[in-house]
């Protein structure tokens, strides 16, 4: 056994029978293709086959060589987190500008309902100091029913 020239454990397609599994593990470990083959083959006879289940089982999570790999889970995280932060300054650019145009909405409903009050409102009535306010009559009712509003019509004639 030696060290391995190969970091990872992945299957060998081209050096394998089946699925490449136990060249893989014999090209990772430094062993003979051959030997690995033999004691797969002793394992699943004396277990009842279980060898063949965990030959597939390896088929299956053993990534094959030249496999572009997944990233790792702490560069998803690492991606995952600086796209929420470009999400999160692009939300609180929105709703600067959304303040700005709430608050020019406002002044501007402000600015229309200050020229409303004074084009509609009366001049105000100046009186000596000490005299009485003039009094001020009150609105007429708003009728709430077409005999209402006959019963005013009648009262104002």
Known sequence: MSDSPNPRLTRDKENGMVAGVCAGIA??????????????VLLTVLTSGVGVLIYVA????VPAAGAVTPPSM?????????EVAVAAERAAE??????AHARQAADEIAAVA??????????????????PAP???????????????????QQQQ
């Open 27 to 40: 090209a990772r470990y430094g062993y003979d293709v051959g030997l690995v083959r033999l004691v797969w």
């Open 58 to 61: 390896a088929w299956v999570l």
């Open 74 to 82: 702490g560069d998803r995280r690492r991606e995952f987190s600086e």
């Open 94 to 99: 929105a709703a600067r500008i959304a303040a």
């Open 114 to 131: 200050r020229g409303v009050n004074q084009s509609v409102a009366p001049p105000p009535v100046q009186t000596p100091a000490g005299a």
């Open 135 to 153: 009094a001020v009559e009150p609105e007429a009712a708003v009728p709430e029913t077409e005999a209402e509003a006959q019963q005013q019509q």
